[in-house]
């Protein structure tokens, strides 16, 4: 996660010379059909939903929007990108939910006494 971040804010920090802003925004997502506007390989199920967006009026390199695709892949996601020489760029990146790690402890739980 901290690769795909840091690799999108890379990227905006590039196409973005004369500055700008870079909204990040989550949310949890059920898709229960293949909905149009949605990338193509996702499947019905909930997802954690990651919006990056830059603005401005640079488009990116296509040479790093590949580098992001191939990052979310990795991490079993699907990602859509829109870019507007008007609007600027959209990442939209679906990464199916998961409720918990087998063997994970809750984090907060342990941390609670310290």
Do not use: W
């Amino acid at each position: 996660m901290v690769q795909l971040i840091g690799s999108i804010l890379t990227n905006s920090r590039e196409t973005l010379p004369l500055g700008g802003a870079v909204s990040i925004e989550t949310s949890n997502v059920e898709i229960d059909r293949a909905a149009s506007g949605l990338p193509a390989g996702l499947r019905p199920g909930i997802y954690v939903r990651m919006g990056f967006s830059a603005d401005g009026c640079a488009l990116q390199a296509e040479r790093r929007t590949a580098s992001i695709r191939a990052i979310v892949e990795r991490m079993g996601g699907c990602m859509e990108t829109s870019q507007d020489p008007k609007l600027g760029n959209i990442h939209t990146v679906f990464f199916p939910r998961v409720e918990a790690c087998p063997g994970q402890t809750d984090v907060l739980s342990n941390t609670a006494g310290a």
